[in-house]
């Protein structure tokens, strides 16, 4: 079955400084990953998703991911955060067996001071 | 609609009473997903559709849980003799395409959600 592992539940950072959100998973056929966000009283909101190519990709609001297949990773970066990307970050997957809906990983809050 | 629209966005009802929220998806859109969310805690799928039929419910934890989607747009959650621990977001969402499937048909688009509190 396929998981979905976010190793950071909370992150504090300061404005400026840089983002790595890591992001692992498991799955047994070919691969969709995504990362949607949720801000404060806010709905879940697509930032970025790789479906095949180029495994950096570029989201909203300055955001990547690397896919990187060997590692079962799929990393959100952001090389200089901001206030108002406080808000919750989720590591989604799906693909073309097994659970065909999205698998969610459990989200890392994230907290930029100013 | 121009967005997944979910209803009620508030609902508290007493334990044992019966529930029932409401998805409407995108408009054109094939697919309909179910999510279930507790504090803290990333999404959990219950249920999903394509068109009219109901193609995965694993997610659902028990026969109190039931959907349905019976003209493939509208789709009703239903709770039946809700417990406490029923408490939480039910969130809804829905993809132009098959999930699973690469391209932009795959993106799934999230509702507002619905809160629910069992007392």
């Known amino acids: 079955a396929q998981s979905v592992s976010q190793h950071n539940h909370h992150v504090i950072l300061s404005e400026a400084a840089s983002l790595e959100l890591g992001c692992n998973y498991s799955?047994?056929?070919?691969?969709?990953l995504f990362w949607y966000v949720q801000y404060p009283g806010q709905h879940l909101q697509l930032l970025l998703k790789?479906?095949?190519?180029?495994?950096l990709v570029k989201g909203i609001k300055g955001f990547e991911a690397e896919f990187i297949k060997s590692k079962f990773s799929f990393n959100l970066r952001k090389p200089s955060v901001q206030w108002s990307d406080t808000a919750e970050y989720f590591c989604?997957?799906?693909?073309?067996?097994?659970?065909?809906?999205?698998?969610f990983g459990s989200g890392t809050r994230l907290q930029v001071q100013p | 609609g121009a967005g997944v629209s979910q209803s009620p966005r508030y609902k508290v009802t007493k334990r044992g009473q019966d529930v029932a929220l409401r998805c409407d998806p995108i408009?054109?859109?094939?697919?309909l997903y179910w999510y279930r969310q507790a504090l803290g805690q990333g999404p959990e799928f219950l249920t999903y559709?394509?068109?009219?039929?109901?193609?995965?419910k694993s997610g659902l934890p028990n026969d109190r849980f039931s959907a349905e989607r019976p003209e493939g747009s509208i789709s009703t959650l239903t709770i039946q003799r809700t417990e406490q621990r029923d408490s939480a977001m039910y969130r809804c969402?829905?993809?132009?395409?098959?999930?699973?499937?690469?391209?932009?048909?795959?993106?799934?688009?999230f509702g507002e959600g619905s809160w629910l509190t069992v007392v």
């Open positions: 969402a829905s993809s132009l395409g098959l999930p699973g499937t690469g391209g932009a048909g795959n993106t799934i688009y």
């Open positions: 989604a997957v799906n693909g073309n067996t097994g659970r065909r809906a999205l698998t």
């Open positions: 790789y479906f095949s190519g180029d495994p």
């Open positions: 408009s054109g859109h094939v697919s």
């Open positions: 799955y047994g056929g070919t691969v969709n």
């Open positions: 559709f394509n068109y009219e039929a109901q193609q995965d």
